[in-house]
């Protein structure tokens, strides 16, 4: 089936978009294209993310969310113990509860936002 559209791009909110630009191009291993105080983007040549300021933006506190989650991305790591401890170094953290561990890891970007990394197969 054919769409109307094509994706564009996502963008997220964020209290500082710079600083999420750098460490979603680190987990990702794409470029900064742009990064100012209220919007900041990432490439990799064909997708982009974006991130946008949001005034009084708050964390939803997963997993018991005090704020709506406003995102959820997941991304494949070849290796969880690896890909955590990497994404740890770059300044995610990482909440007690986890649903299945053995087959995928919450963690939370700076922002307080949950991503999954989680294994192919």
């Known amino acids: 089936m054919r769409g109307i559209a094509t994706l564009a791009m996502i963008n997220l909110d964020a209290s500082d978009p710079a600083a999420q630009a750098r460490f979603y191009a680190a987990v990702l291993g794409w470029e900064v294209l742009h990064a100012q ?3 900041a983007m ?3 040549g064909s997708t982009s993310l974006g991130f946008g300021r949001v005034p009084g933006y708050s964390a939803p506190g997963w997993p018991r969310e005090s704020a ?3 995102y959820h991305l997941d ?3 070849d290796d969880l113990d690896r890909g955590e401890e990497q994404a740890l170094a770059l300044g ?3 909440p007690v509860e986890q649903p299945q561990p053995e087959r995928w890891r919450v963690l939370l970007d700076p922002e307080g936002h949950p991503f999954d990394i989680c294994l192919k197969s």
């Open 37 to 39: 105080d209220e919007y």
């Open 68 to 70: 709506p989650k406003r």
């Open 42 to 44: 990432i490439g990799d």
């Open 75 to 77: 991304f494949y790591v």
């Open 92 to 94: 995610a953290t990482k």
